[in-house]
């Protein structure tokens, strides 16, 4: 069933298959990595989500539901792995990693076609490189830093922290 925020996400991957130009607040870098989900799943962009509660007509939206669940189930060991960088105890880290595991908005947000699941992943991942960075000072982590920020930045302009960071780290 079609709900809130996958009626805008869902016409956006819609547009994007059909080749409809648009406008939306926020930059294309997620709903382009959901529109090629959608492709590579056989979406042929013929669904209308205009509504929520809409039933899906097949099973293609699971397909593209797995792309921000994956992507934002690798946050969890990437701040785990962060956090050890940073030389917290194992255990603190394991904790951190788990909590955010289960929490609630995270869980939510990535099991729908939205953005944000692949927006935890980036800035996940951008603090993961800034603590690399940090520690191995080498050109490679620079490089990992600097495409993940902009990654994240080009999921939503929220991600602009990402470059703060960068720039106290």
């Known amino acids: 069933m079609v709900v809130f925020d996958e009626v805008h996400f869902g016409g956006f991957l819609t547009d994007y298959i059909n080749g409809v130009c648009f406008f ?3 930059p294309p870098l997620a ?3 959901l529109a090629g989900t959608a492709k590579l799943a056989g979406y042929k962009g013929d669904f209308n989500f205009s509504k929520t ?3 899906y007509t097949s099973d293609f939206y699971i397909k593209i539901r797995l792309c921000p669940a994956i992507l934002c189930s690798l946050a969890s060991p990437l701040l785990t792995a962060t956090l050890i960088l ?3 105890s194992l255990t603190m880290a394991a904790l951190c990693g788990l909590l955010f595991t289960f929490e609630f908005n995270q869980i939510s947000q990535s099991r729908l076609i939205v ?6 992943f980036f800035v996940a991942l951008s603090i993961f490189a800034t603590a690399l960075e940090e520690r191995y000072q080498t050109l490679p982590w620079l490089i990992l830093q600097a495409f993940a ?4 930045f080009c999921t939503k302009f929220t991600a602009a922290g990402c470059f703060i960071l960068i720039a106290l780290s």
């Open 149 to 152: 920020a902009t990654c994240a």
């Open 115 to 120: 953005t944000d699941g692949i927006l935890y």
């Open 24 to 26: 939306d607040i926020h």
């Open 53 to 55: 509660e809409t039933r």
């Open 86 to 88: 940073q030389h917290c």
């Open 31 to 33: 709903k382009m990595i």
